[in-house]
């Protein structure tokens, strides 16, 4: 169990970096092309959405909505597995 823990949280890092990439470049293309401005909060709770989702389906968790996944970003240990 603590092998995928550690590949968990391992895959949370990596999805976390690739996700705030994403969802930066996507505010910088709805400025540059709609000239629209996101808050700070938006922006971040895209990225720990997409990093619930990307890795809820990476370890096919099932147990837990993307929003309630969401809610354990900070305390990933505490999650049934």
Known sequence: MDNRFRNLEKS???????????????????????????????????????????VKAKFDIKLYTVEEFKVFLDGIRLLKL
Do not use: I
């Open 12 to 54: 949370l890092w990596e999805a976390s970096f690739f996700a705030t990439l994403w969802s930066l470049w996507l505010v910088r293309n709805e400025f540059v092309f709609n000239n629209a401005l996101v808050s700070v909060g938006a922006v971040v709770d895209e990225v720990k959405t997409r990093v619930a989702m990307w």
